[in-house]
């Protein structure tokens, strides 16, 4: 298609307020399970709440600097101007960009107390970041016990959760854009973030800080279920699957365990992820495929070599067609 050529200087802002007319639809495909615009709790809809005011408040004085350009463009420059000089300097220059301010300054300082406000029962969940995988970790509770996993989150629909949120390498970033902000994990340092749910959902997270050549497949799926449905949960996690068969042997015999938690065993001193109740994860490889058995056949050919190049696990590890069998059926059958 011929784009017809902005002829003048005068018709440039023209074309270019076109071209943001011409573009808000696009705004429509602001929603899904991975849009801070379609949000699914209290953070996330101050948060969104502040976009839209921040989005249409900002639009609003572009039209109107936008109809003062073009009135000054195509204003007869043989007639007085109009606008009385100094009261329209002090106007448009010093008081209404001081109350703008003033107003978003009042706005940002309430909403900011909004999302941070804590609370004292809430559900406490430990995230710790990894190139390029994600450790969950419930802490035990008057009536829970621990339950360790990765890659995958549950929370309960309506109850306040305080992330505790770490990092074992580089600093990432832990995002569930659906549910609130996002907050920086730092080696060395606890950072928190406050989030709930108002309705089940699964919603994708993703790192938000460049954290290598994965970055940007180092994701997770955050589910949200109803509270009763969230501690059945909790509890089956609690309970070590089996981990029996042909495939435990070459699993350990390939030196998978060293690394890797399966079944109620811990890992013997590597830090994997741990692979307990694997068959019940939406992905492999955090969120670089659905988990399928193709694509579980796929990354154990190569350790992923192929799926996520860089990861930290030894990636030149390449297993023959019985072996990837026997490790997917094991690891199938941790439900
Ligand atoms: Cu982790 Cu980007």
């Known amino acids: 298609m011929r784009v017809p050529a902005v002829r003048s200087a005068r018709e440039r802002p023209a074309a270019c307020f076109l071209l943001l007319l011409v573009a808000l639809p696009g705004l429509a495909a602001c929603s899904g399970t991975q849009s801070a615009l379609d949000p699914h709790g209290p953070v996330a809809d101050s948060i969104a709440t502040t976009w839209w005011v921040l989005f249409w408040g900002a639009g609003a004085i572009l039209a109107l600097v936008m109809g003062l350009v073009l009135y000054a463009m195509f204003r007869d420059p043989e007639r007085k101007a109009r606008l009385p000089h100094l009261p329209f300097l002090v106007g448009a220059g010093l008081v209404f960009p001081t109350l703008v301010l003033t107003a978003l300054v009042v706005f940002g300082t309430l909403v900011g107390r909004d999302i941070t406000r804590a609370s004292d029962d809430a559900l406490v969940i430990e995230v710790t970041g990894h190139q390029w995988w994600w450790e969950v970790r419930y802490p035990a509770t008057a009536d829970a016990p621990e339950v360790v996993t990765a ?70 799926i955050a589910i949200a279920t109803e509270a009763d449905e969230f501690e059945r949960w909790r509890r089956a996690r609690a309970v070590a699957p ?60 190569d350790h992923g070599a ?3 190049p860089g990861s930290l696990g030894p990636a030149q590890r390449r297993l023959d067609d019985a072996d990837v069998e026997a490790i997917a059926r094991l690891l199938e059958q941790q439900r």
């Open 151 to 220: 890659n995958e989150l549950h929370l309960p629909v309506g109850v306040p959760v305080e992330f505790v949120i770490e990092s074992a390498d580089v600093v990432h970033s832990f995002w569930i854009p659906n549910l609130g902000g996002k907050v920086d994990m730092i080696p060395g340092r606890s950072n928190t973030l406050r989030l709930e749910a108002s309705r089940p959902g699964r919603f994708r997270a993703q790192c938000a800080e460049f954290c290598g050549a994965q970055h940007s497949r180092m994701g997770f």
């Open 242 to 301: 089996d981990a029996s068969g042909p495939g435990l042997a070459r699993f350990d015999a390939l030196g998978c365990s060293g690394c890797h938690a399966l079944g109620g065993r811990p890992a013997e001193g590597g830090t994997g992820p741990v692979l307990a109740h694997f068959a019940e994860r939406p992905t492999v490889g955090a969120g670089a495929a659905a988990n399928t058995p193709g694509a579980l056949r796929a990354w154990l050919a």
């Open 306 to 308: 192929r799926m996520k």
